[in-house]
C-alpha cells in the first residue's frame, strides 16, 4: 500500500462503542490485508501467482548443474523470456531443415526469427559440421540460451521461450573476420534484436566493431559477450569494450575457471565448468551441456561445453528472461539489473576476477532466491510486500485482542 499507514485509536467508553469501533478497524484492517494480497498476486485462498515453476521433465535435466547455480528453474515462476529476442552471433545455428542441413531435434520447439549469414552472404544462416569431428559451435550457443524445455528429450534452455536470430558471422574452425562481426551486430540492431549474444573473443579493439557496438547500443540492444579462454589478466575484444557486458566463467565450486580471461573490465560471471575431461573432481565431461552438430549435417550431441562462450551464452539467457519480465527497458537497465543481483564471490564487492559476481537468475528478476553461503539479495517489491502483509495482520491481531478484553470488562460490570 502506498502513503501513510492507516493509524487505528481505540478508546474505553461504552462497551458497545467499544466493539462498533473494534469491528470497524477489524473490516479496515481486513481490507488492508486483501488489498497487500491482490498487489502481490494473491488470491482469497492464499495461492501466489504465478506459481513456482516445476522441474522441467528434460531427462538431462539433472545434469544441468550450472542452471540451478544461476537461479532456475524458480526464476521461470516469473519470466521464460516471452518476447525476447536474442541474436546468436556465432558458426549459425542447426534452425531448419533444408536441403543437407537438419534441424535439431531440441529445438524444434524453439522460436526463431530471420537471420543473416555474414561468411557467404546469403539468408540462410546455417551451421555446419567441423570436418574434423568436433562439436559445432553456434548451435550449441543457441541451446544454452534457448532449447525447447520441458519437451521430455534432451536438456533446458536459460530462456526457453526467448526468440533466436541466427547470424552467421564464423566459419566451422572459429575463424572470422572483424566485418562480419561488425555487420552482423548491425544487421541485430536494425532487426529487432534486444540482445545479441557474441561468444567470440579477439586479442584487439577493432574500429568496426566498436562502431558497431556504438549503433547497435544506442538502438537498444544489449550486448553480451565472452572474456576469452587464455586465463589472461586481460578481457578480451569486444567483451572489453566499456559499453559490453564482459562475462567470465566459473567452476562447479564456484572458483575461476583457470581457461577465463578476467581483469579490470569483467562485468559478471556463469557457470561453464572447470574443463577437466578425465580424472576431474566431478567426473568426465565437466562442463555444461546443450545439443550440437557432431559429425555431419544431420548428426547430433548432447555434448559438454566449458568455455566463456557457454558462460556469455547463459547471460545472455537471463537477459532474455529480464527483457520478457518487463520490468526493464534497454541497455542500461538490464546491465543494472544483471550486476545487481549477482552473488558475490571473492574479494567483498566488486573484482577483477569475479566481476560483480555469479550470475543469478532469480535475484536479477526481483525474487528472492537464498541458496547456502549466498550473499544477501537485494530488496526487493516482494520483500516489502510481505512485511506489509505482516502489518497489516498485526493490526487485526491487536483489534481482535481489544474486542475479547472488552467483553470480559464487560461481563464483570454487568
Known sequence: MRGRPQRFAFGLGAQAGRLARGAAALALAAGAIAAVGAAQGLSSDDRP??????????????????????????????????????????????????????????????????????????????????????????????????????????????????????????????????????????????????????????????????????????????????????????????????????????????????????????DIVAPAGAGDRANGPFGPGDGVLAQALKGGQAKFCFCFSASTSAAAAQVSGVAALLVGSGQVDGPREIRAALLAGARDLGSAGRDPVYGAGLVQARRSLGGRDAPAAASAPRPSSESGGARALWAAAAVAAVVVAIMLLARRRGRRTS
Open 49 to 266: 501467482r504465478p506459481r513456482a515453476a516445476q522441474t522441467p521433465d528434460d531427462p538431462l535435466f539433472a545434469q544441468q548443474w550450472n542452471l540451478r547455480a544461476i537461479g532456475l528453474p524458480s526464476a521461470w515462476a516469473i519470466s521464460r523470456g516471452e518476447g525476447a529476442v536474442v541474436a546468436v552471433l556465432d558458426t549459425g545455428v542447426a534452425y531448419r531443415t533444408r536441403g543437407p542441413h537438419r534441424r535439431a531435434p531440441d529445438l524444434a520447439g524453439t522460436r526463431f526469427v530471420d537471420g543473416w549469414d555474414f561468411v557467404d552472404d546469403d539468408p540462410f544462416p546455417d551451421d555446419v559440421a567441423p570436418a574434423d569431428g568436433r562439436r559445432s559451435h553456434g548451435t550449441l550457443m543457441a541451446g544454452l540460451i534457448a532449447q525447447t524445455t520441458g519437451n521430455g528429450i534432451g536438456s533446458a534452455g536459460v530462456a526457453p521461450a526467448a526468440a533466436i536470430m541466427p547470424i552467421r558471422v564464423l566459419k566451422p574452425d572459429l575463424s572470422g573476420s572483424a566485418r562480419a562481426i561488425a555487420r552482423g551486430l548491425r544487421f541485430a540492431a536494425d532487426h529487432g534484436a534486444d540482445i545479441a549474444s557474441v561468444s567470440i573473443a579477439g586479442p584487439s579493439d577493432t574500429r568496426a566493431v566498436r562502431r558497431a557496438v556504438d549503433y547497435a547500443v544506442g538502438r537498444g540492444v544489449t550486448v553480451v559477450a565472452a572474456s576469452g579462454n587464455d586465463g589472461a589478466d586481460s578481457v578480451s575484444w569486444p567483451a572489453a569494450d566499456p559499453q559490453v557486458i564482459a562475462v567470465g566463467a566459473v567452476a562447479r565450486d564456484l572458483t575461476r575457471a583457470r581457461y577465463s580471461n578476467f581483469g579490470a573490465s569483467l
